[in-house]
């Protein structure tokens, strides 16, 4: 995960001088700069880095999800973990022929 870091603030840094160039020439404007920065840096980046962290968001919320469940079972103070109550707790007692 580290170097995508690196390409993500590689990527910005050409984003903001292209977006610099774009407001400091003679035919530029601060607004084009902003929108080259925007749509050339920050929406590509964001869109990439949603993209890339994916798995890793599923991770998580699995390893949430067995945690929880794993809370509930140990809570449920069944011994066979199903929250299940015995069928006969005592066994019924037998006359003697």
Known sequence: M????LVIIGWLYVAAMAAVAEATSSSGSIAGAAF???LYGAAPVA???YILA???RKRAIRAREQAEQ???A???GAPDGR???AADAVAPMRKEP
């Open 36 to 38: 080259t920065f925007l």
């Open 2 to 5: 580290p170097v995508i870091f």
């Open 74 to 76: 140990a809570a449920s």
């Open 47 to 49: 869109l990439v880095a």
């Open 83 to 85: 929250g299940e109550a």
């Open 54 to 56: 994916t798995p890793a």
């Open 70 to 72: 794993a809370a509930r």
